[in-house]
């Protein structure tokens, strides 16, 4: 409750500060007898590593992940998975100016106010490096969904103004794309928008996507735990994320019932089917079997170094030029984080789906027993 | 976790069918000395009651709340607050039909994969009825934000197509409109809208706007639990609910950094101000002690009565015509939804914020001592 | 988190006070199927029922459960189960007196430092009466428990100084006793002691013990919710209880490590054994198969009807004789409540033990596919 | 709940097994503005360290905190604090034997049941390491009950049959006890005891006892989580522990109300005191301003070297006699693990006992806005 634990059987705790020793993650509730070594994570972190674009910021940090426990011969043993990502990096003097004032759309007001007093190099607890606990928790889970069949994608849906036509979206073009967009043109235009705003010591914001593939009906608890509440919660939970939406979402408020109502039918195996799916996977908060699909809005980067106008602790109005080594856009950064929480919150009511019915307990007692 | 317990130290369990014996909440971490009688609860229900307008079903319920514990001479005791709303009418022979198909849009199938049977009377315990419960909480929640000066204010931002704009948005007018919408003219509009709908067998969606004035900065938990992630959670679990967004939201990913941030300033008497609020009054997950603004995308109401495709379990594909009296919007039976997620959240974490500092702490526990 | 919410997947949440409308529990988390009415509940809260023996109270209460929600055609169907009992007799004029002065060995004060004032009614929330909703609640989880082939036995074990000794021990003789004891000469033994004490106006203590027969080896979560520490806390959790030991519990304090070992050899048809059970079943906090044996040490009923000397408000030192009908031993009464407590966490606890093990987990969703 | 994870509001997470990469902890929930260094922390690890006496096994090991995150200047800054202990010696060699084989007493055979296999290194996650993750987390909780006023203080009440009399009873002795039993005759005779059981390759157990002082009345969450029930649980998911009681526990069993009621008085000054203290400073699960006292039974360590029978996992009856340094007895490094789980919990529930008032709630918010 105090923040920093997400997860009710599959369960994470995240430390860490930009500048402190580190970053880290215990997962606790990984079933025993998976398969896991650093070589299934360090690709996850690798993909929200900075420095590897112009696009991103060029500060150069490994963030290498070591396993510190939870694992035997190889395989999870079921006990807490404890990794840490040490920083290697913790020259706090590009950071000493800040302690003073408050940068516009940072947390550092919020955060003085909360607790009196900040961590002020780098943003501290509230900088974006805490998303790299999630991220290695997060490629735990999607080792867990894909032993059960079910694969989450993630990817940019829009940079700025630009957007990816539906009939353009490929997600083969995703992992080319330099911003994880799934259309070459769209891809090419967001990076001339990105360099454009650099320029003007300017930042954008962006749209992530998310889909889920393989996932089994049934999944989510009704009423306040609905699936597309706790994934809307995973979702908004990253810093930037300021709207989430399930399937056609805001859309679907402009639209009438018999537009948005997805029919069902049998195939011609027998199976039921959608012939739309403008719920996006999810009716009534519990999965339908059908695709599930989800978007984040991603504001514009905070750190900018265009003059901002604010205030420091000494009463004055002044004006401030963020230097330093910023990010002209996160949202590409942003893709395996959204993917990683979406991921963690899947195997947890994958998880809490197996008891909802009697007959599959009775079964599944029954079954160990012999 | 099983879906009907909701919050952390300010906790509410909701139960109940659509035609059941009736409907109830227990409200457990509601501290002593509030004063409360069923006169402080019963508005609200009242405001989510159906059939008082054109553009809501006619069917007549009278939802009249009973306190059945928690309460001595007047005032709360710390108790659980058990509260029931008992059915009045619970003759389910309009519902019998729909005992052997699937309602597009509805959570008929879902609950069926997930519960292997359902209580298919009304949609048992998908029913928008469900909410009856939330409300009345959410009524005892606003009375404790009220007594530390903090007010929630939700009403429907549009209807369709028809939307408010900023500049008519007036509180007053909300409270006149049958549609709960702050804008005599889109009201009116709005209307017109939903009766045409309504001749053609259709229905229509729309957007709750929710603003919270007097909220003290301060209050979220970092990462997992932002306040604007608990928000998120706590609306989009509001059944029709399709996406969330605070402060510009989705309007954010499309902006620049420039536009974006909010400049900070002291103003004539050393308080420190915002000179825009595009974050919506939560920083960091925090808040930032302006304005809270969330908005909430609601689906067009699942019950038409226009032919649908659907399945039956006899492995045919059939043509429906969903009878009965429904609901052509839904959108302003939400509001009070909405406001009431809102707050039960809101005074969750205010109550969670109590523990952020080891001074205030102190101060608590020795001031209480004298 | 506010004390009236119990459980993890397997949820209750009791409400109610002693001379208040009524008491009830919601159970949420139950899985769909099981066959319930109020028939296969109303005979455990008839075993707590007062006025039965001249060793209970002699008020009459006849707390008829009232199924409210969750069942639909007979069986459960996965939503909140409501179960109220309401009181028949709330004429509170006997407890008038009691508003003014704080009965020793009661929670009056605690009460009213914690809360500011208090239902002083029969003690409200800290009547012995709350535990009516505990054994609804209870009577849900051993019918889940029989459908897995596990079975919960409590007794008295001791009463005052007299004690059941190992080698006379019958369930079926606990069934006879009025005082759920199970050996005639120890019961009758009892009997005379308990007519002897209310004689002379005072009250006894005593012990119940709990045996849970078909329990699967691995259930229970390592570290801190290790199955003797969730049991320890849910029978600690009734009203009077002061002490709970598992196996040899204290007396293994006292004993040597060769004493104390169960040794293990495989029997006749290769199954593992354990020559004996010091361990109560349980070993790293996890079942290990065996019978599981705690015990829960019961004290006194505090309201006795001699001269006490307590305060009042009013600054004085007075004295006071507790008047009304009360039990002279809770004892009785309180083995259905401690095999309610247990019950409800060995349900819960053998929901979470379904996620141990991914292979289990695979097998769990393939199956489940087909 | 997957059960390395304890607390509501001050959370901790611990993680590591006995020859893995080492032993660790993350606290969430800790308030902002803490004083805190390794050099408070490492006192409370170095008493529960081996090597120390010949009454505890004669392995080295530094156990060396290390602070992680959480700590900004000398101050805790209200995120995660993660600390990581690492271990130096990690030689398996003498492990490899058990691998095949269940060790009476043990968890070995539990854990193989719920997850398949297990981590066979000195008993992996079921070691006695498991704890120093608590014992740094205590000293921390240690830290903010001294800034309340608030001592906590457990010591050896008892190691196999020798027993502290009441009246000689020293807090001062306990100190210079190498068993840390507060009794210098007691002391010197359970030394020779243990020698003697040393000798016969033997162990033995005790009892700790653990007292607080100056602990506020009104704290505990009534029903559920009543403090003494939470206590319970904290003390018994220590891993030898098989039995807890409060005051005066399984004693009160065999007393009567006249003899077990605590009377209430006015002292001169006004303030409301009990004569006795049978309850042991909990009533109805709430604080009541007296000192709380309570006791755990510790088996006798199950790693002897005198010969044992057991089973292999090749079917075969066998007889082991396990090697190694053992401690003969746990009790005296147990006494700050019990301290340290009190003081954990103490914390958590003050914190949750800031909510329980709406006039104090008040109090807090408006006082913050000066």
Chains 1, 2, 3, 4 share one sequence.
Request: some cysteine; glycine content about 12%; aromatic content about 8%.
């Amino acid at each position: 409750m105090p923040g920093s634990v997400y997860g009710n059987i599959f369960k994470i705790v995240t430390w860490g500060e930009s500048h402190g020793a580190g970053i880290g993650v215990v997962v606790d509730g990984c079933p025993a007898g998976l398969f896991l070594d650093e070589s299934m994570i360090q690709p996850y972190l690798d993909r929200r590593k900075p420095g590897q674009t112009p696009y991103t910021t060029p500060r150069k940090e490994e963030d290498k992940v070591i396993l510190q426990s939870g694992i035997f011969e190889g395989r999870t043993t079921g006990s807490p998975i404890s990794m840490a990502i040490y920083n290697e990096n913790q020259h706090s003097k590009d950071y000493s100016r800040i302690a003073n004032y408050y940068r516009p759309g940072h947390a550092d007001y919020t955060f003085d106010q909360k607790y009196g007093f900040r961590d002020y190099r780098g943003g501290g607890r509230s900088s974006g490096r805490e998303t790299i606990g999630r991220v290695a928790a997060g490629a735990i889970a999607c080792s867990i969904l894909s032993e059960l069949g079910i694969q989450v994608h993630a990817y940019t849906r829009s940079i700025g103004p630009i957007s990816v036509p539906e009939e353009n979206l490929s997600l083969e073009q995703a992992k080319l794309s330099p911003l994880y967009m799934p259309d070459r043109d769209a891809s090419k235009k967001a990076e001339a928008y990105l360099l454009d705003r650099k320029k003007e010591k300017n930042s954008a914001g962006g749209i992530v996507e998310c889909i889920v593939q393989g996932m089994p009906a049934g999944i989510g608890e009704p009423v306040f735990d609905k699936l597309d509440a706790v994934l809307a919660k995973a979702v908004m939970s990253i810093g930037a994320v300021k709207g989430v939406e399930i399937g056609d979402g805001f859309l679907a408020a402009t639209k009438t019932g018999i537009e948005n109502n997805d029919d069902f039918y049998y195939d011609s195996k027998g199976n039921i089917k959608k012939s739309s799916n403008h719920a996006g996977g999810i009716t009534g908060g519990i999965s339908d079997g059908s695709t599930i699909l989800l978007r984040a809005a991603i504001k514009p980067t905070p750190s900018i170094s265009s003059t901002q106008h604010t205030v420091n602790k000494n009463k004055e109005n002044i004006e401030i030029e963020i230097g330093g080594r910023h990010d002209p856009v996160i949202v590409p950064r942003a893709v395996v984080v959204v993917e990683s929480m979406v991921a963690i919150t899947l195997v947890d009511y994958l998880f809490m789906g197996m008891t909802s019915r009697m007959d599959r307990i009775k079964d599944f007692y029954h079954k160990k027993d012999k």
